[in-house]
């Protein structure tokens, strides 16, 4: 099921005009939206996340029109921003229980089943008692990627994850997204040229708010 994005401006009160006129066709699995710093890339998040909303334009995932019908999508959507703010007294387990709770997930035990999958998933088991105070950027960015996988979600929505990652950590980090691309669509926003090589199936350059060009990371990364 694609995501499609016809037509999508968006002029902040300011005057900035963010996004101009984007049209992008996005297929599950990685796909990545590269472009520098002030591009337009969190706005275009932001507006898919149903946490801002388009001037002018359309915007639809499967039968659900992302625009007119955010309670359809919130309900289906992951959303990692670029900047996971965490609760640090709490332990890692504490707060995605809750997260499962607000999730709807009633029963303890089937709460306990979730937290223990997801936090295996993301590596964090061992980490599970610790303080998320005491998160590195990476174990922050893996928590914020177990609380938006509690909804299973269609759509996932990743801002700029890498930017403040060790090696090392944006290694572990992107395999972990890799391995969500099976069966949802998910959107990487970067400006790391690498990030979108290693991992995604399809791409698109932003630039001033303009899509300069859509995609194979391969073929199109040569050429830039
Ligand atoms: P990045 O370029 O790293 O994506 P932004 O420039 O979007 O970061 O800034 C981060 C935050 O500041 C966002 O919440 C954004 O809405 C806000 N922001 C960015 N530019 C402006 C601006 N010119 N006026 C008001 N708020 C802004
Ligand atoms: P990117 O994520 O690619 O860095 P953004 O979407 O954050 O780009 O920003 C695109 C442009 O819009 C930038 O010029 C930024 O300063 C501006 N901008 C972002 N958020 C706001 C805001 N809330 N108010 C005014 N200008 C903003």
Known sequence: MDLTIRNVSKTYANGTQALRNVSLTIPPGMYGLLGPNGAGKSTLMRILATLQEPDTGEIHLGGIDVVRQ?????????????????????????????????????????????????????????????????????????????????????????????????????????????????????????????????????MAVVNRGEILLEGEPLREVQAL
């Open 70 to 202: 955010k309670h359809e999508l919130r309900g289906t959507l992951g959303y990692l921003p670029q900047e996971f703010g965490v609760y640090p007294n709490m332990r890692a387990e504490e707060l995605l229980d809750y997260f499962a709770l607000l999730e709807g997930i009633r029963g303890r035990l089937a709460r306990r089943e979730v937290v223990e999958r997801l936090l295996r998933q993301t590596n964090l088991w061992d980490m599970r008692r610790q303080k998320l105070g005491g998160f590195s950027g990476g174990m922050r960015q893996r928590f914020g990627v177990a609380v938006a996988l509690l909804g299973n979600p269609r759509l996932m929505i990743v801002d700029e994850p890498t930017a403040g990652l060790d090696p090392a950590e944006r290694v572990r980090f992107l395999n972990l997204l890799s391995e969500l691309g099976e069966n949802s669509v998910v959107l990487l926003s970067t400006h790391i040229v690498e990030d979108v090589e290693e991992l995604c199936t399809h």
